[in-house]
């Protein structure tokens, strides 16, 4: 008896991921837990890994294929034995289609009009079927976002989604301007597309505001130095200044929650606890891991949970359920040399503070001018459910909280 190889659920507000390799090829014995396939979402790369030991029947879902959670991939058959059905698998896999040098012989037969048939852009079978439907073509719609730059089902829903899709049916879009000596274009991959599509939804869909402040981080970086060497023999974990602004933007949450909350429809929804997004930088874009439960975490857990991710962001090992449920982000620019920026909100959340470099500037201190470490930290809101005041007082917490840190282990 067959084991159906399926698509795992691929966490909060992924709902499909395209078939990116296959690690094992029909007729291929495999171990129970051994990596099968990888499927690239809009955030990471999942692997599958075998539901059961046994032979590799068949494949279902071709590289480059875009596929939904509980989407059959392929089957697994059980015991040595289960290799021969393979050969009878065979013509009903669609392995011809794959290598770029069959294109052409596919779709001319079923694109009579023409311009579906672009080279590189040639549409995956459900946006095939989407663009039929809709008198839609490939030139139309350009190159997808899919392996190759194939047409997936989403960059149809995105081209029908525009204000002027509907009567562009017979319009030709503008085409492509010729490069120029020392120019190439390079296809955007899956994850900076859907980056560069949220970040534009948080503008046009928030009344998004930024408010800034200065923090002198004198007493910060003091205490770190005192305590830096015995809280790493201790913990073995360095003690960084990431754990002080989520210690403080805990605090602050708390007594500010709309800044924590978040919109649905006609309701706010407001959260007795907080789940705390950390940017970090990967190889492929930023991405946004989740200290769950901060509020509960101490410096300790939270330095540690955050190298953690930094190392997995790295290695490209971060999970799905691990960047979904945030209530609240932090960006750190200053990591980058930035001294100031508007940092834009991580839907659906309604506030996200930047923090950027510290540098010394001369201020006035008692009276008289000293050079003091300085840094610009910049809260972004959404001006629907934050009052100004409200977003003004919750950074002046932080800065409070970061200047005078005994307050972070007194909790006032």
């Known amino acids: 008896?067959?084991?159906?190889?399926?698509?795992?659920?691929?966490?909060?507000?992924?709902?499909?991921?395209?078939?990116?390799?296959?690690?094992?090829?029909?007729?291929?014995?495999v171990a129970v837990d051994e990596p099968l396939v990888e499927l690239e979402t809009d955030k990471v790369t999942v692997e599958v890994n075998a539901p059961a030991a046994g032979v590799i029947e068949s494949i279902s879902a071709d590289e480059g294929a875009e596929v939904e959670p509980g989407?059959?991939?392929?089957?697994?058959?059980?015991?040595?034995?289960?290799?021969?059905?393979?050969?009878?698998?065979?013509?009903?896999?669609?392995?011809?289609?794959?290598?770029v040098a069959a294109q052409p012989k596919v779709e001319a037969p079923r694109t009579p009009a023409?311009?579906?048939?672009?080279?590189?852009?040639?549409?995956?079978?459900?946006?095939?079927?989407?663009?039929?439907?809709?008198?839609?073509?490939?030139?139309?719609?350009?190159?997808?976002?899919?392996?190759?730059?194939?047409?997936?089902?989403?960059?149809?829903?995105?081209?029908?989604?525009?204000?002027?899709?509907?009567?562009?049916?017979?319009?030709?879009?503008?085409?492509?301007?010729?490069?120029?000596?020392?120019?190439?274009?390079?296809?955007?991959?899956?994850?900076r597309v859907t980056i560069a599509r949220r970040l534009k939804e948080a503008q046009n869909n928030a009344a998004m505001l930024t408010t800034f402040n200065e923090v002198d981080m004198g007493a910060a970086m003091a205490l770190r130095?005192?305590?830096?060497?015995?809280?790493?023999?201790?913990h073995g974990v360095r003690l960084g200044f990431m754990s002080f602004f989520v210690k403080a933007c805990?605090?602050?949450?708390?007594?500010?929650?709309?800044?924590?909350?978040?919109?649905?429809?006609?309701?706010?929804i407001y959260k007795n606890f907080v789940h705390m997004g950390v940017a970090v930088g990967g190889p492929n874009g930023l991405v946004v891991p989740v200290l769950r439960n901060a509020d509960r975490m101490g410096f300790a857990e939270i330095e540690k949970t955050i190298g953690s991710f930094g190392k997995r962001v790295r290695d490209g090992q971060l999970k799905l359920e691990e960047m979904a449920g945030g209530s609240f982000t932090i960006t750190n620019g200053g990591v980058y040399g930035s001294l100031m920026s508007t940092p834009i909100l991580n839907p659906p959340q309604s506030g996200i503070l930047g923090m950027h470099k510290i540098q010394d500037r001369p201020m006035a201190v008692g009276g008289k001018v000293?050079?003091?470490?300085?840094?610009?930290?910049?809260?972004?809101?959404?001006?629907r459910i934050v009052d100004g005041k409200e977003a003004v007082s919750f950074l002046v917490r932080v800065k409070e909280s970061i200047e005078d840190p005994r307050r972070l282990m007194l909790d006032i």
């Not at 000293?370 to 001006?383: F, N, T």
């Open 225 to 234: 130095t005192e305590y830096r060497d015995v809280f790493e023999k201790k």
């Open 114 to 191: 023409g311009p579906v048939a672009v080279p590189g852009h040639a549409p995956l079978p459900a946006a095939a079927k989407l663009m039929a439907e809709n008198n839609v073509t490939a030139e139309q719609v350009g190159a997808g976002s899919a392996k190759d730059g194939r047409i997936a089902k989403g960059d149809v829903l995105d081209f029908l989604s525009r204000p002027a899709a509907a009567p562009a049916a017979a319009a030709k879009p503008a085409a492509q301007r010729p490069l120029e000596e020392g120019e190439e274009r390079v296809k955007m991959t899956r994850l």
């Open 71 to 99: 989407a059959v991939l392929g089957s697994i058959a059980a015991g040595a034995g289960a290799a021969a059905p393979v050969p009878a698998a065979k013509p009903h896999k669609p392995e011809p289609v794959a290598p």
């Open 250 to 268: 805990v605090a602050a949450l708390k007594e500010f929650p709309a800044v924590n909350a978040e919109i649905q429809g006609d309701e706010l």
């Open 370 to 383: 000293e050079i003091c470490p300085m840094m610009y930290i910049a809260l972004s809101y959404d001006h």
């Open 1 to 29: 008896m067959a084991t159906d190889i399926l698509v795992p659920t691929l966490g909060e507000s992924v709902s499909t991921a395209t078939v990116a390799r296959w690690l094992k090829k029909a007729g291929e014995a």
